[in-house]
């Protein structure tokens, strides 16, 4: 009896795991570990999970699974840049502790592998990796019904009723916004940034594969439609433009396959009597026809959400009004739409790329040379300057592709698409499967591989668990498919 508990502890702790996954800054956390952003419950039954589970794990079998090999060398690389890092020219910055934030950043890192690690092998088994789908599911229907609660609160009153402040209080140590829904997160762009590359992945491949976890059917309709409808709903209230970017590219990987699948029935359907020449030309003639039709479809679908969106979204009501007699006219059509921020912060990291593109300049270390690296036209905007003179914290790029080269340079930027590159190729073991739920599970890695381009562009840090655990779930189904093994 008290072996099957013990023996079902890791699986409840898991369970909670999931259950706390949405919740990314609660205030208890936050004040526990001293952090002013990021304080996830979740890391507290990882840790469990590590203790009880990965260590016990990792002992007795000595190996790891082979996808986490690239993984484990970017982790050496940017060790080493960091220790390096002693050795380079470093201006100190207001009281930002030099050691201390090296450690933080290293620590976040150390926090993120062990979620993919521990996403990795655990739910190993279509048994297990069923289970967690579910329990995602529900955690996910959970995560929308507070995010439209938040949107009728404010669409109804103009305002949030105290009861709904305080509950987010309580979860969340971010504030609610105005329009914009953010769920248990701290912003909206966070609450999108879970959406893509967690819930709306699996929904949305579900709902391709015509697969569900679940009994539920109503008139042929599963609970991951339903799911995926309110989830999309959901991101569109967030009004997080990265997020909605993220999104476009599963789907328009979706058109691309469409498009191929769609020639290949029309080119089987028809028979060709002409001579070699002539049916190779009108073959030719039919594939182009058919990517012209879903291009301009495409491309029509995406100019009347672009401008639904300039109409909706404050920020992006100069969507559609260029301007390119001006200097800098990227930068300034950028400050029209709310990004120019974030364009000067990646050119200051490419500045320190360039300076520094072998190793990098460390874990943590790129915002000490901002002051240096700023252009003339980032000193104009409101934002830089607050940043600069008003707050006592480090810049930060926004950008994890620009971060990997400024802090771990090209080789620690190589060890990282690699270890990507090697997640992309094990989709192939479920898609060549029987398994409908390993072939979801595939497709769902892709989608998280795809929408990572873009969230990319928006987040820097190794802090958030969203996508060190999706792309855990990709490495255990695909360990799945081998029956286990390495």
């Not at 739910?123 to 069923?130: A, F, I, K, M």
């Not at 609970?223 to 993220?246: M, P, T």
Request: one cysteine or more.
């Amino acid at each position: 009896m008290i072996r099957r508990v013990w023996q079902a502890i890791p699986w409840w702790v898991w369970v909670c795991l999931i259950l706390l996954l949405p919740i990314t800054s609660m205030p208890l956390i936050v004040n526990l570990i001293g952090s002013d952003s990021v304080g996830a419950p979740s890391g507290i039954a990882l840790a469990v999970l590590v203790l009880i589970w990965l260590v016990p794990h990792v002992l007795k079998r000595g190996q790891v699974p082979p996808q986490a090999v690239p993984l484990l060398g970017f982790a050496m690389v940017a060790l080493i840049a960091t220790a390096l890092a002693s050795f380079i020219p470093i201006m100190p910055y207001k009281d930002v502790s030099f050691i201390k934030n090296e450690l933080k950043d290293v620590l976040t890192l150390f926090i993120g592998i062990c979620f993919y690690l521990v996403a990795a092998t655990f739910p190993v088994g279509e048994d297990r990796l069923q289970k967690t789908l579910r329990w995602l599911n529900w955690v996910g229907l959970v995560v929308l019904l507070w995010s439209l609660v938040q949107a009728v609160s404010w669409y109804s009153f103009n305002h949030y009723p105290e009861l709904v402040r305080r509950i987010q209080e309580f979860f969340s140590s971010g504030p609610l916004y105005r329009q914009r829904v953010n769920g248990f997160a701290f912003e909206p762009s966070w609450l999108a940034h879970q959406l893509n590359m967690v819930f709306l992945p699996i929904w949305l491949a579900a709902t391709v594969r015509r697969f569900s976890v679940h009994r539920f059917r109503l008139m042929g309709i599963t609970f991951e439609n339903l799911l995926l409808v309110g989830g999309v709903f959901i991101l569109f209230l967030s009004y997080s433009r990265v997020g909605l970017l993220a999104f476009l590219m599963m789907v328009t990987y979706l058109f691309i396959q469409a498009n191929i699948r769609l020639s290949r029935w029309l080119l089987k359907r028809m028979s060709w009597h002409e001579q070699v020449d002539t049916a190779r030309r009108r073959r030719r003639i039919l594939s182009l026809g058919v990517t012209a039709i879903m291009i301009v479809s495409y491309l029509a679908i995406l100019t009347g959400g672009a401008f639904v969106l300039s109409r909706l979204d404050p920020r992006m009501k100069d969507l559609f009004t260029f301007s390119f007699g001006t200097d800098n006219p990227v930068l300034r059509y950028a400050d029209r739409l709310d990004v120019a921020s974030r364009l000067v912060y990646w050119q200051a990291g490419w500045g320190v790329f360039n300076d520094y593109p072998i190793l990098g300049v460390g874990l943590g270390n790129a915002g000490y040379f901002f002051t240096q690296k700023l252009t003339p036209y980032a000193w104009g905007l409101l934002e830089v300057r607050d940043l600069v003179f008003r707050s006592s914290n480090l810049l930060n790029i926004k950008s994890l592709w620009v971060r990997l080269l400024a802090e771990t340079g090209v080789v620690g930027f190589a060890f990282f698409v690699s270890w990507l590159y090697l997640l992309w190729q094990s989709t192939r073991s479920g898609e060549n499967g029987n398994s409908p739920l390993l072939k979801t599970l595939s497709l769902t890695g892709k989608f998280v591989l795809l929408a990572l381009l873009f969230e990319g562009f928006s987040l820097d840090s190794f802090a958030m668990p969203y996508i060190w655990f999706a792309l855990g779930l990709l490495t255990a189904a695909s360990r799945s498919n081998n029956n286990g093994k390495f």
